[in-house]
């Protein structure tokens, strides 16, 4: 099958989908028609797409924790926890590593192990392992709607299970989890696996059922430029669109400075609808979703519900349909239900004393939002350029050119040759500019306030002055100053 | 005195990659050679490299919590690969949820592992180590 942006012929997603329920036993207990019917009989108050737009029209920001255990019974039982003692508003099922690499006999092991030992030896729930009935069972035993967080390259499957299963949300893209989740997996087989996951959405939009994607915003999580993940969104947007989905949630990873992830919240809606449009793709429902601080965390907890709260302050003000919850325990790895719980309350707390406040436009959240538009219209008009106007030829093209560069990423797919910075108040620029399709007037802003950064400090800006910028959360800091 | 040689990588099915890059740029700095094999590296390509580079250390890291299993059984690999006596380090968020490292690090060094590092430590304290280890004078 030959890359492009086009809808998926029928014949080949038939080819396709034999293969795929072939890859595991669970996937024999997938049926189209029957999926259909069941999401049918869902109430409203458990369909993702339909408590985003009551969200989005009233303006309200809604917390959403990450968990997931190896058992079912246990997984259900952290689920009603973490919505009924943290008042989640949505709920997840994040997927194990395993899973996650389509590792079905390990995972497997790890299910077997956990029984054994009576703890989770995994650090998520293994849905394909699991099957249809038993995600059906997940759904059925909480009152919220439920999605699918993971970082699978290939999540065919996933998807074939756990949407027939009940869920009315997955997350993920071609790119955002090829990039930050992949070592050898070229961008061309992923876009064209995810192609075939919203294809499948596609298919249930086209029969009155919605199922809400949201492409994974934060990328490696460390000090990625807003419009690096901007463009990465729009087109995992586009790509999504093109094959039918109608629901989109579009996500962006706290940098730390306010105003520059205000500007970055408001802006990515903005642009998506501009290029969808610009395309001429069908009119799409778009919500955000804000990620908190995705970096190194605080082992003390007080201070990590610090770096929470304040996670909490920016989604609020800049607006966001969503917010994902980090716990007091992300130094140390897996949280216990508690801790995942006190996170979302906290989060909870912060986000209903904000609700009625805005950040007002100001000259400086006015250049911010100026600059990010800017430079990810620079990207995607190089992406399509490249294309020759198909934005999945486009962006195979502009990895491989580091048109599109992700910071830290483990994929030998990515050029890996841009190095970002903080400035002197924390915002996020670019050190390094690789090959950015970036105009001297995009350089020079950067230029001049990493510059700014080095004259306060006494030094000159190089990679040390970036590790201290990965450093610094942990150590009470945003800005990594020396010591 | 001759560089010593650190296999560098992110066991199993963990894709973590900002911290492999900072030991690597770290170690590096310490006057190692490293050889970063970098993340989903599995048990087979750590002694691989390290039998290819004769290298004197593996240091292994785990963040996402699978790393019990993905540990056992290194130690006696090595063994039948004739590197048995090589140095093993691990490091990171190495099991899943808020356990009592101590308890974690028992677990480890029965696995055969020298030296067992809990999350957020510092690059400077397994170099110091290493040094210890492998009879480098400081600086």
Redesign the interface.
């Known amino acids: 099958m030959e890359l492009t942006v086009r809808q998926m012929d029928a014949e080949e997603f038939q080819r396709q989908r034999q293969e795929v329920l072939g890859q595991w036993e669970t996937g024999k207990g997938v049926n189209f028609e029957e999926a259909v019917a069941y999401h049918k009989s869902l109430p409203k108050s458990k369909i993702f797409a339909e408590k985003l737009a009551e969200g989005k029209a009233k303006g309200v920001t809604f917390a959403q924790p990450r968990a997931g255990v190896a058992l079912l019974n246990e997984h259900i039982e952290l689920l009603r926890f973490l919505q009924d003692e943290g008042g989640a508003d949505f709920l997840p099922s994040t997927i194990d590593s395993y899973t996650r690499q389509n590792r079905y006999t390990e995972a497997q092991s790890g299910i077997d192990e956990s029984r054994t030992l009576g703890r989770s030896m995994l650090n998520g729930f293994p849905a394909v392992n699991h099957g249809v009935a038993a995600c059906r069972q997940v759904v059925e035993s909480v009152q919220v709607p439920v999605q699918v967080r993971h970082g699978t390259p290939d999540a065919r499957l996933l998807a074939e299970v756990t949407i027939a299963g009940g869920f009315t949300d997955y997350e993920g893209g071609g790119i955002s989890y090829n990039i930050p989740y992949s070592k050898d997996v070229s961008i061309e087989s992923t876009i064209k696996y995810w192609q075939y996951v919203d294809r499948l959405i596609g298919l249930y939009e086209e029969q009155g059922v919605k199922i809400n994607r949201e492409p994974f915003g934060p990328l490696t999580g460390t000090l990625v430029p807003p419009a690096i993940s901007h463009a990465v969104a729009v087109i995992e947007g586009i790509l999504a669109v093109a094959q039918g989905v109608r629901s989109l949630t579009l996500g962006y990873g706290q940098c730390g400075n306010l105003i520059q992830d205000v500007a970055a919240l408001h802006t990515l809606p903005v642009i998506t609808e501009e290029y969808l449009k610009k395309l001429g793709y069908p009119e799409t429902m778009i919500t955000t979703v804000f990620h908190q601080w995705m970096g190194g965390f605080p082992q003390d907890e007080a201070k990590a519900f610090g770096v929470i709260s304040w996670g909490a302050a920016t989604a609020a003000l800049g607006k966001a349909t969503k917010v994902i919850v980090k716990t007091p325990h992300e130094a140390l790895g897996i949280p216990t239900k508690e801790a995942n719980a006190a996170g979302i309350r906290a989060t909870k707390q912060v986000l209903s004393m904000l609700k009625d406040q805005t950040l007002p436009m100001t000259p400086e959240l006015a250049l911010e939002e100026q600059m990010i538009l800017k430079e990810t219209r620079a990207i995607l008009d190089r992406v399509l350029t490249l294309g020759e106007g198909d934005i999945a030829v486009g962006t195979v093209r502009a990895f491989q050119a580091g048109v599109i560069d992700v910071p830290f990423a483990p994929s030998r797919y990515n050029a890996g040759k841009i190095l970002p910075a903080r400035d002197t108040t924390g915002a996020v620029r670019v050190l390094d500019f690789g090959n950015l399709p970036f105009d001297n007037e995009i350089k020079d802003f950067h230029r001049e306030r990493i510059a700014q950064r080095g004259q306060d400090e006494g030094r000159d800006p190089s990679f040390q002055m970036v590790i201290d910028d990965i450093y610094a959360i942990g150590k009470g800091m945003l800005v990594g100053r020396p010591r | 005195m001759q560089q010593k040689t650190l296999v560098l990588g992110v066991i199993?099915?963990?894709?973590h990659?900002?911290g492999?890059?900072?030991l690597d740029?770290?170690f590096t700095q310490a006057g190692f050679k490293v050889i970063n094999i970098?993340?989903?590296a599995t048990q087979e390509e750590f002694i691989h490299a390290a039998i290819e580079t004769n290298a004197d250390v593996l240091m292994v890291s785990s963040?996402?919590?699978?790393g019990?299993?993905d540990c056992r059984g290194l130690r006696e690999k090595c063994q039948e690969k004739g590197i048995g006596n090589i140095l093993m380090y691990v490091g990171g968020?190495l099991?899943?949820?808020?356990q009592d490292f101590e308890s974690v690090k028992e677990r480890f060094l029965a696995m055969g592992f020298n030296r067992v590092y809990p999350?957020?430590t510092?690059p400077e304290i397994p170099i110091k180590d290493l040094r210890e280890d492998l009879g480098i004078a400081d600086e």
């Open positions: 199993g099915s963990d894709v990659a900002v492999n890059r900072i740029y770290a970098g993340v989903l963040l996402y919590g699978h019990e299993m968020n099991v899943v949820g808020k999350p957020g510092m």
